[in-house]
């Protein structure tokens, strides 16, 4: 049975965009039925439509963040996808009784290390350098009601070499990103599905 996805996104949609090329290369068997963009002005807007995504716009301007959140409960609600799945959303999601275990994020770093609250994109790897660690990479967890503190369901691991920019580790890292998390989609949908 084909998994119903909605995604939430801050950026450019580029993890949404990976998904996609999984579904229709046949190797997820799932529909994005929802697409949230947390403001008006992301370029993973644009990116999607291209796509054929529509895409539902969180916070229009002059929007409170209150408002904002109302509208994606709402939209969540009446859409009952199988997963939601944050990709590159940076707001902190309110987890409703009807959404526990079935709310993913993926996170470029090993958690438990090097997360919460500004800890993403470019000042995860960063801080990764800085930090001297050899290795570094993603992972793909539960979320729950506080920034990168789910539990763990797959992480995928790559060296940090000396020479690496937080650019190039951050390459590094996606490609990374673009195999768990499908990965991690199938295994949970198996586990819903039982």
């Known amino acids: 049975m084909t998994t119903k996805l909605a995604v939430l996104f801050s950026g450019g949609g580029t993890t949404i965009l990976n998904l996609?090329?999984?579904?229709?290369?046949?190797?997820?068997?799932?529909?994005?039925?929802?697409s949230i963009a947390s403001r008006c002005d992301l370029t993973g807007i644009d990116r999607l439509a291209d796509r054929g995504v529509d895409v539902a716009i969180a916070k229009q301007d002059g929007d409170s963040?209150?408002?904002?959140?109302?509208?994606?409960?709402?939209?969540?609600?009446?859409?009952?996808?199988?997963?939601?799945?944050?990709?590159?959303?940076?707001?902190?999601?309110?987890?409703?009784?009807?959404?526990?275990?079935?709310?993913?994020?993926?996170?470029?770093?090993?958690?438990?290390?090097?997360?919460?609250?500004?800890?993403?994109?470019n000042h995860v790897h960063e801080a990764v350098i800085k930090s001297g660690e050899k290795i570094s990479g993603c992972t793909v967890h539960?979320?729950?009601?506080?920034?990168?503190?789910?539990?763990?369901?797959?992480?995928?691991?790559?060296e940090v070499k000396t020479s690496d920019t937080p650019q190039i580790l951050a390459q590094r890292v996606f490609t990374?990103?673009?195999?768990?998390y499908p990965e991690a989609i199938k295994a949970v949908s198996e586990k819903l599905k039982v």
């Open 142 to 158: 539960y979320v729950d009601e506080q920034y990168d503190n789910g539990p763990t369901i797959i992480q995928k691991t790559c």
């Open 65 to 121: 963040i209150e408002v904002a959140n109302t509208k994606i409960q709402a939209w969540l609600k009446e859409a009952q996808p199988d997963l939601i799945l944050l990709c590159g959303y940076l707001r902190l999601l309110k987890i409703e009784p009807w959404m526990e275990g079935r709310v993913l994020n993926i996170h470029p770093a090993l958690l438990p290390d090097f997360c919460g609250k500004g800890m993403y994109g």
């Open 176 to 180: 990374l990103e673009c195999q768990a």
């Open 20 to 34: 996609l090329d999984y579904i229709e290369d046949g190797k997820l068997d799932a529909k994005i039925v929802l």
